[in-house]
């Protein structure tokens, strides 16, 4: 029954956020937080099945998405940092010292932001100054949504684990 589980699980999971992802396509003022509860609904996964069941949802949701998502740019959001931060969460916790935890939160956030940059500014050159704001002032702002972001992630985990785990998955 566990193998079943760790499929069924993950299946479940992954078909909701390609509608979320899919969704997220025509709804212009929801996209973000659209992108960022499919990427959330991972640590679910994570928690109720582990986290190589994670990884590979996360592929497969990626890699439909790719394929089925109206909106390519939300595909790459979430397949570059919020589809998989999830998962990265859980190993880099496991570490057990805030501070270590923390820099390799903050060097993995800013690797992808550095990535997606510069991606982008070979790409499109308006990208370079984000429509007049300069790096210096995006990058830290950036980090402190991200520090939220993260913070709220582990509030969510918490509750998850507190109040909904077992209720939710219930099979025997």
């Known amino acids: 029954m566990e193998k079943s589980r760790?499929?069924?699980?993950p299946a479940i999971i992954g078909a909701l956020e390609l509608v979320?992802?899919?969704i997220s396509g025509f709804m212009p003022t929801m996209r973000l937080a659209l992108v960022a509860i499919a990427g959330l609904l991972n640590a679910t996964i994570v928690i109720e099945c582990g986290a190589k069941s994670a990884l590979v949802g996360y592929v497969a949701v990626s890699i439909l998405s790719s394929?089925?998502?109206p909106?390519?740019?939300?595909?790459i959001l979430y397949a570059l940092f919020l589809g998989l931060y999830p998962i990265i969460k859980c190993y880099i916790e496991r570490i057990r010292r805030l501070a270590l935890e923390w820099i390799l939160k903050i060097l993995l956030f800013n690797i992808v932001l550095a990535i997606?940059?510069?991606t982008f500014a070979a790409l499109f050159t308006e990208v370079l100054t984000f429509k007049g704001l300069a790096i210096w002032l995006v990058v830290p702002l950036a980090n402190i949504v991200f520090i939220i972001y993260d913070i709220g992630l582990t509030k969510l985990?918490?509750?998850y684990n507190r109040r909904l785990r077992g209720r939710?998955?219930?099979i025997r």
């Open 71 to 75: 909106d390519k740019g939300n595909t």
């Open 6 to 9: 760790k499929i069924a699980i």
């Open 157 to 159: 985990i918490t509750y």
């Open 116 to 118: 997606v940059y510069y």
């Open 168 to 170: 939710i998955f219930r």
């Open 20 to 22: 979320l992802l899919y």
């Open 67 to 69: 394929i089925l998502s």
